[in-house]
């Protein structure tokens, strides 16, 4: 069974400190990784996915196989990036699973001035 | 105003009744998910449909069901059967592999 691992419920930062929220995952396949983001009084909404190697708003996201990570980085953190993020897998079981994915538990990042 | 709408936002109910949530979306997506979130729990997702009158179980799909008669609806109802109903629930749609677009969510509380 494939599993999502967030090991920080609560992680807070100064603005323009390094960021690090940890991830990791568990599945026996070629996993599909994806970072969440839910910012107050919005919805949630994709910030980044791993097969893109895009960076969104300063973000980073490295797929590491061998330690089974996907932490989310940005090196310089700011006030507007308080928010609940989520990590999510998604299993490529011949291409049908859609947005079928599984989620962690979700890390609340709090950035102070 | 294009994308997923759910309703009501708010939603009590007695126990032993059922109760019906409901997703909407204009957004010519294929597919659509219900996720429900619990604090320290993340999201799991209950049911979930690729295409019309076809749908599949999720993680947590017992005491809940689903129809989807319609590409833009997929309604979820909460029966008495589910033993612990009271949470959020957030309705979904994608159509591009892993990308989903969420409701605003609907609250729901057992008295």
């Known amino acids: 069974a494939q599993r999502v691992t967030q090991p920080e419920k609560l992680l807070s930062v100064f603005k323009g400190a390094p960021v690090e929220l940890k991830c990791n995952y568990s599945?026996?396949?070629?996993?599909?990784l994806f970072w969440y983001v839910q910012y107050s009084r919005q919805r949630l909404q994709l910030l980044l996915r791993?097969?893109s190697r895009e960076s969104i708003k300063g973000f980073t996201a490295d797929l590491n196989k061998g330690e089974t990570s996907f932490h989310l980085k940005k090196p310089f953190a700011q006030e507007e990036d308080s928010a609940m993020y989520y990590c999510?897998?998604?299993?490529?079981?011949?291409?049908?699973?859609?947005?079928?994915?599984?989620f962690g538990q979700g890390t609340i990042l709090t950035v102070h001035p | 105003d294009g994308g997923i709408t759910q309703s009501p936002k708010y939603l009590f109910r007695k126990e032993g009744q059922n109760v019906t949530l409901s997703c909407e979306q204009n957004?010519?997506?294929?597919?659509m998910y219900w996720y429900r979130q619990d604090p320290g729990q993340g999201l799991r997702l209950i049911y979930y449909?690729?295409?019309?009158?076809?749908?599949q179980k999720g993680d947590i799909a017992e005491g809940y069901s689903v129809s989807r008669e319609k590409k833009e609806s997929f309604p979820l109802t909460v029966t008495s059967a589910q033993k612990n109903p009271t949470a959020f629930y957030l309705c979904?749609?994608?159509?591009?592999?892993?990308?989903?677009?969420f409701g605003e969510g609907s609250r729901l509380t057992v008295l």
């Open positions: 979904a749609s994608s159509i591009a592999y892993g990308e989903l677009f």
């Open positions: 599945y026996s396949g070629s996993p599909e």
């Open positions: 791993h097969i």
């Open positions: 999510a897998l998604s299993s490529n079981a011949g291409g049908t699973s859609y947005g079928k994915l599984t």
């Open positions: 957004l010519n997506h294929d597919a």
């Open positions: 449909s690729q295409i019309v009158n076809d749908f």
